[in-house]
């Protein structure tokens, strides 16, 4: 049974979902403008579709094609993107909020995490999805997803220990 | 066994950026605006405006085909078999003078009613059928030189007796 949303409902949605949906899409793009472009196609494209909001893996799903989609209409933005999304490319605007000292090093060491592992902890972390929708998402196995998250927390956890 | 659980819960605890108000407005507008036509399904309804242009459109079409069939093929209406009493009608012959000509003559039989058997009142012995059609004729004239058309439509009646033979 398929249970037809309110307006209000698609509004909480993107409330809820839309950092995380942004953070997402900063993985094909470095500007923060670019970005929301991406993120309010996918809604929109949701929204008219009717999509069950229940599915969150499909959102996330939607944010990936669209932003593939506009990598693929424009080569010149492939070269550029390809460019400056390298593993490790610092980003020009915070990805996170209200950070005390130890959490921005935290939030800095995610940001510096290989695309490939840092979309997995975004979609494990804030999204709380789960590896087989992850897979999903990103046309991954369910292995490949866990593995790759397992690196970043191995990354991330290497990075903040103390230098003695 | 899973040694990375303090992280996790680190990193839970950053809260990713929050959707610029700009964003959310955009968002809201585009869904707001589309309100109308987003539905259950995945293809926008069709506005009824829309299909009732298309109808018009049609109708039109198929209205100036018949007035342009009947202009090329237009001949004086065949009298029925038997016609014992008619309403009074015009004649398409009538505004000729004012330079008008024939162009389309329709009639439309709405109602048609078997009245029965009937003796002939002028011959005792004849059976008759008597069928009664209620119709709408409608004429046009149309002058060639102005353009000016000129259309009469009025309703009309007809007793149409028909002979029946018991053999």
């Known amino acids: ?164 | 066994m899973n040694d990375f659980s303090e992280l996790e819960s680190e990193l839970k605890k950053l809260r990713p950026a929050a959707v610029s108000p700009a964003l959310r407005a955009r968002v809201e507008q585009a869904m707001l605006r589309t309100d109308a036509t987003a539905t259950a399904g995945v293809l926008p309804r069709t506005s009824s405006g829309k299909v009732w242009w298309s109808f018009g459109l049609g109708l039109a079409a198929a209205s100036a085909l018949v007035l342009l069939g009947l202009t090329f093929f237009a001949k004086a209406p065949t009298p029925a078999p038997i016609v014992a009493q008619t309403s009074p009608a015009a004649t398409l012959a009538q505004p000729q003078a004012s330079g008008l000509q024939p162009s389309a003559l329709t009639q439309v039989v709405y109602r048609r009613r078997d009245e029965g058997l009937i003796f002939s009142p002028n011959q005792s012995e004849r059976v008759l059928r008597r069928v009664r059609y209620q119709t709408r004729e409608t004429m046009q004239w149309r002058n060639p030189e102005t353009g000016a058309s000129l259309r009469v439509s009025y309703p009309a009646e007809q007793v149409v007796l028909s002979p029946v033979s018991f053999q």
Request: proline share 4%; with cysteine; charged share 30%.
């Open chain 1, 1 to 164: 049974m398929v249970m037809e949303r309110t307006l209000e409902d698609w509004k909480t949605c993107f409330t809820q979902l839309g950092p995380p949906l942004l953070l997402f899409a900063r993985r094909w793009t470095n500007s923060r403008a670019d970005a929301e472009d991406i993120v309010q196609d996918a809604f929109l494209r949701c929204w008219r579709r009717q999509q069950p909001l229940e599915n969150r893996a499909l959102l996330y799903a939607t944010v990936r094609s669209t932003a593939l989609d506009r990598l693929r209409s424009d080569q010149r933005r492939v070269r550029r993107e390809a460019s400056v999304a390298q593993d490790g490319a610092d980003y020009f605007e915070p990805q996170f909020t209200a950070l005390d000292e130890g959490q921005q090093l935290l939030a800095a060491a995610v940001e510096r995490l290989p695309n490939e592992q840092r979309e997995v902890v975004i979609l494990k972390i804030w999204s709380e999805l789960t590896f087989a929708e992850i897979g999903n998402i990103l046309e991954i196995s369910q292995n490949t997803a866990a593995s790759r998250y397992r690196y970043a927390l191995g990354t991330l956890k290497k990075t903040l220990q103390p230098h003695e």
